[in-house]
């Protein structure tokens, strides 16, 4: 079957939703072009100025060839309309809106349908969060998306064009700064020479919807997006975060090497664990554990300091068939006053970790306006660090980014009425 069949939407091929070597084949086959100038279409869509009709591409290729192009019905504007950039919040943090069909214009009428996704920039790096559906099925009752029920899945293209849409818009804040400074005679070049600070260099899947509810298109979009020549995220800087559809998780691990794995664990018993996320009433933590401990054991058979100082700090798990350029899993805990954030749980965390490769991601909460649940004191977060810590466990803060703009995780979603577990 043609590699590029399921990029196909309506009467026109989406050309984001392919691998380098699929739109190569796309356009030999069609129009029997040459890697090179198929390659120059590559740079156009995944570098400055990052082109989002094909039209835009005349500096990269020849016009004649791009109207032959469009004549086969490619499309290079990712199924997505044109993103809506919301006013940063105090700390810089973005909210990109997206209208699905990329014959929307922009449209928003019906927000609730919208696809979201946030820039945070920092000092060192700026990373945006990606959605992977509109909605989610999961229902977790700290989630605000997990209260809107799930609409649809995103295709890879949909996913692969919030990044670009994100580096678009870096590109232009840093074209006018320098317009701004009276920069006249800087070349294009120099301009796409942005630092790793104002582009995007991180990408992290834990926006709307549960990234292995979606594993294909997920699996392909991360391809796509750590390619190099290309957008080339760095496979050490890109995260799929699951609320644990075992499964799944084993299908990714195995199909997968180009991303960092998170499980959002959130509890340290069933009971609770069941109550505040319901998939674990199918997925409970016996299983995810088990799992955890055969994908990223801390002690494997055989491992010596020298097998780990070779493999960069990376164990293989060969007889479990999972691919191996991963470090660790990152652990996600959400600090819910009261539900989850004792002394105790901190304890059974040890416990339940004790035999697996992991960092632990403790999260704030993020209130809004159908919120059940209530961040934890601060002396409860700082007592639950110092507990993991001394346990030897390597455990950070994740403070609360975009809070004020309805930007934070645990935040994105037009949400009407709580959706029962």
């Known amino acids: 079957m043609d590699a590029t069949k399921a990029t196909m939407t309506s009467l026109r ?17 069609k129009l ?8 120059a279409l590559w740079k156009a869509m995944y570098g400055p100025p990052y082109v989002r009709q094909v039209v835009e591409a005349g500096p990269f290729v020849a016009k004649h060839a791009l109207e032959a192009l469009s004549e086969t019905g490619a499309d290079l504007r990712g199924g997505l309309a044109e993103a809506r950039v919301e006013d940063a919040a105090e700390d810089g943090t973005r909210k990109l809106l997206f209208a699905v069909g990329a014959d929307s214009d922009g449209a928003l009428e019906n927000e609730r349908s919208a696809v979201e996704a946030v820039l945070i920039p920092s000092a060192k ?14 229902k977790c009752q700290f989630c605000r998306t997990g209260q809107m029920g799930l609409e649809q899945n995103l295709d890879a293209a949909q996913i692969v064009e919030q990044l670009v849409a994100a580096r678009r818009a870096c590109f232009s804040r840093h074209n006018r700064a320098f317009e701004e400074e009276g920069t006249t005679s800087v070349s294009q070049t120099d301009r796409g020479g942005m630092p790793h600070h104002i582009q995007v260099s991180n990408v992290v899947f834990m926006g709307m919807g549960e ?15 750590t390619t190099s020549p290309g957008l080339q995220i760095s496979p050490n800087k890109v995260t799929v975060s699951t609320c644990g559809l075992v499964p799944q998780m084993e299908t990714f691990l195995k199909k997968c090497d180009r991303a960092q794995l998170a499980l959002s664990l959130h509890a340290t018993t069933d009971d609770v664990r069941s109550l505040i996320m319901p998939i674990n009433r199918v997925h409970p933590l016996h299983d995810l554990i088990e799992l955890m401990e055969a994908a990223f054991p801390k002690h494997p058979p055989g491992a010596t300091g020298r097998n780990l100082v070779a493999s960069g700090g990376s164990f293989p798990s060969e007889s479990a068939g999972f691919k191996q350029d991963r470090r660790h899993v990152c652990i996600e805990y959400v600090m819910l006053r009261g539900v989850n954030d004792t002394k105790g749980d901190a304890l059974r965390l040890v416990q ?31 007592e639950f660090v110092h507990t993991l810590k001394d346990a030897g466990l390597v455990a950070t803060l994740r403070r609360s980014r975009g809070d004020d703009a309805m930007a934070a995780c645990g935040q994105l979603g037009r949400v009407k009425a709580p959706v029962a577990a």
């Open 13 to 29: 091929w989406d050309l984001k939703g392919m691998s380098r070597d699929e739109v190569r084949l796309y356009c030999q086959k």
């Open 211 to 225: 990234p292995l509810q979606n594993v294909d298109a997920v699996v392909k979009a991360v391809d796509i997006m």
């Open 32 to 39: 029997h072009w040459k890697p090179n100038r198929t390659d």
């Open 125 to 138: 790096r700026t990373t945006l969060c990606v959605s992977s559906q509109v909605g989610c099925a999961m």
């Open 352 to 382: 339940l970790l004790r035999n697996i490769r992991c960092k632990v991601n403790l999260i704030e909460f993020n209130a809004y306006p159908t919120a059940i649940f209530q961040a934890s004191h601060p002396e409860a977060t700082e």
